[in-house]
Nanobody, 116 residues
Framework: QVQLVESGGGLVQPGGSLRLSCAASGSITRFNVMAWHRQAPGKERELVAR???????NYADSVKGRFTISSGTAKNTMYLQMNSLKSEDTAIYYC??????????WGRGTLVTVSP
């Protein structure tokens, strides 16, 4: 059984930074993608960034140049460094693990609120 636990969300002012963490337990070696998605109120869940086995990273256009996804030195951790935050980044952020574009496991999410 795989469990994903996000942390690091909170309230931040526009222009500020936050670092989200995802800790995975269980067997995740069969997954080739770890990803961050987000869901804003009234909107569908969307991909923010993903990291593929071997280190390739992809980002949504809306966060390119501001967000950085990375794996920890412990292979079962993943981070999302978010800089220059905007009000439109306000959402619940979810950690996911899967193969290709399909996430097989999700965390429960961590809320990020960007507001003056």
């Amino acid at each position: 059984q795989v469990q994903l636990v996000e942390s690091g969300g909170g309230l931040v002012q526009p222009g500020g930074s936050l670092r989200l963490s995802c800790a995975a337990s269980g067997s995740i070696t069969r997954f080739n993608v770890m990803a961050w998605h987000r869901q804003a109120p009234g909107k569908e869940r969307e991909l923010v960034a993903r990291i593929i086995s071997g280190g390739t990273t992809n980002y949504a256009d809306s966060v390119k140049g501001r967000f950085t996804i990375s794996s920890g030195t412990a292979k079962n951790t993943m981070y999302l460094q978010m800089n220059s935050l905007k009000s439109e980044d306000t959402a619940i952020y979810y950690c996911g693990a899967g193969i290709g574009n399909v996430m097989d496991y999700w965390g429960r999410g961590t809320l990020v609120t960007v507001s003056p």
